[in-house]
């Protein structure tokens, strides 16, 4: 594996992949490092089943979110460098101790080489499951149809609809066409392969519940109001938004009711609608207070 890195949109062309690797933006090396891996029983039903769905968290996010509450291996990049065998591993023990639905790549795009290379040896030994590419929405199109073997769900944020929310927050410039490429992409896909294997998530974040209206205008006029919606109140303030207004607070129910409401106004009736009390930060799951190796999480 060499050549400059341009697996996601900001192409930064590090040489990570070489014997003296250099960093990307995202901070990714040569090696996957991976976080946690585990059942998840908190994704959305039709991923998360009776098992739960096998998560395996990559560090290094490609996305700089000021409210991250993944900061300790997304932004820091806390985890370990894997073997390619030892990644191998994490997915057999998925699939075979665990017993899972599927295996979750949560922010998997610097890595992507690297899984496609540990799971070959599984599937010829027979042990295969359905892959969620778990994602911010930060895509490449062109990334996507090269690993498109990884993607039997997408699983993709909607986040912003505008640029300049996406740099502030995120400092993800592109944000807005490249999350809507991604989408157009997952949904043609599925109409392709007969399939539903797109689910859209949009957190409402707090100060910005008029993006989230604006995207669900955008999805449901230019790509489809059938496709299946995941709208969130879970936003909790968490590491540098604990100090940047307005991103320091919760959403408010008026915010929240406002997206739900276009929600239903734009007839969207596939999906899940999570309850205002879902905001409540004493409900919250952290990832930020999750310990590092296996675990599940209920």
Same mark, same amino acid.
């Given at each position: 594996?060499?050549?400059?890195?341009?697996?996601?949109?900001?192409?930064?062309?590090?040489?990570?992949?070489?014997?003296?690797?250099?960093?990307?933006?995202?901070?990714?090396?040569?090696?996957?490092?991976?976080?946690?891996?585990?059942?998840?029983?908190?994704?959305?039903?039709?991923?998360?089943?009776?098992?739960?769905?096998?998560?395996?968290?990559?560090?290094?996010?490609?996305?700089?979110?000021?409210?991250?509450q993944n900061s300790p291996w997304s932004w820091k990049g806390e985890g370990v460098d894997k073997t390619i065998p030892e990644l191998t591993q994490i997915f057999r023990d998925l699939a075979l101790k665990d017993k899972v639905e599927n295996w979750n790549l949560v922010s998997p795009t610097p890595y992507l080489p690297y899984v496609r290379e540990a799971v070959q040896p599984l599937f010829r030994e027979g042990i295969r499951l359905p892959f969620v590419?778990?994602?911010?929405?930060?895509?490449?199109?062109?990334?996507?149809?090269?690993?498109?073997?990884?993607?039997?769900?997408?699983?993709?944020?909607?986040?912003?609809?505008?640029?300049?929310?996406? $740099? %502030?927050? #995120?400092?993800?410039?592109? !944000?807005?066409? +490249?999350?809507? /490429?991604?989408?157009?992409?997952?949904?043609? &896909? @599925?109409?392709?392969?007969?399939?539903?294997?797109?689910?859209?998530?949009?957190?409402?974040?707090?100060?910005?519940?008029?993006?989230?209206?604006?995207?669900?205008?955008?999805?449901?006029?230019?790509?489809?109001?059938? $496709? %299946?919606? #995941?709208?969130?109140?879970? !936003?909790?303030? +968490?590491?540098? /938004?604990?100090?940047?207004?307005?991103?320091? &607070? @919760?959403?408010?129910?008026?915010?929240?009711?406002?997206?739900?409401?276009?929600?239903?106004?734009?007839?969207?009736?596939?999906?899940?609608?999570?309850?205002?009390?879902?905001?409540?930060?004493?409900?919250?799951?952290?990832?930020?207070?999750?310990?590092?190796?296996?675990?599940?999480?209920?």
């Amino acid at each position: 594996m060499d050549g400059m890195c341009e697996l996601c949109p900001r192409k930064c062309k590090a040489a990570r992949f070489g014997a003296d690797p250099k960093a990307g933006y995202c901070g990714a090396l040569n090696a996957p490092r991976v976080f946690r891996w585990g059942p998840h029983f908190g994704e959305e039903p039709p991923l998360t089943g009776e098992r739960g769905s096998g998560c395996v968290f990559f560090s290094r996010c490609t996305m700089k979110c000021l409210y991250c509450q993944n900061s300790p291996w997304s932004w820091k990049g806390e985890g370990v460098d894997k073997t390619i065998p030892e990644l191998t591993q994490i997915f057999r023990d998925l699939a075979l101790k665990d017993k899972v639905e599927n295996w979750n790549l949560v922010s998997p795009t610097p890595y992507l080489p690297y899984v496609r290379e540990a799971v070959q040896p599984l599937f010829r030994e027979g042990i295969r499951l359905p892959f969620v590419w778990n994602s911010s929405g930060y895509e490449r199109v062109e990334t996507l149809e090269e690993y498109a073997d990884l993607c039997d769900w997408a699983l993709f944020d909607l986040r912003y609809a505008s640029d300049a929310t996406a $740099v %502030a927050a #995120s400092q993800a410039s592109g !944000y807005v066409a +490249a999350s809507r /490429a991604a989408i157009k992409w997952a949904y043609n &896909r @599925s109409l392709i392969t007969h399939r539903s294997s797109l689910i859209v998530r949009l957190l409402v974040l707090p100060g910005h519940a008029e993006e989230a209206i604006e995207n669900l205008a955008w999805l449901a006029t230019e790509v489809s109001n059938e $496709v %299946a919606i #995941s709208v969130m109140a879970q !936003y909790t303030p +968490a590491y540098k /938004a604990l100090e940047t207004p307005p991103f320091d &607070r @919760s959403v408010t129910e008026e915010e929240y009711e406002s997206v739900t409401e276009a929600a239903a106004d734009f007839g969207f009736e596939n999906g899940w609608i999570q309850g205002y009390a879902a905001s409540d930060p004493k409900l919250a799951l952290l990832g930020e207070n999750m310990s590092a190796d296996h675990g599940v999480v209920k």
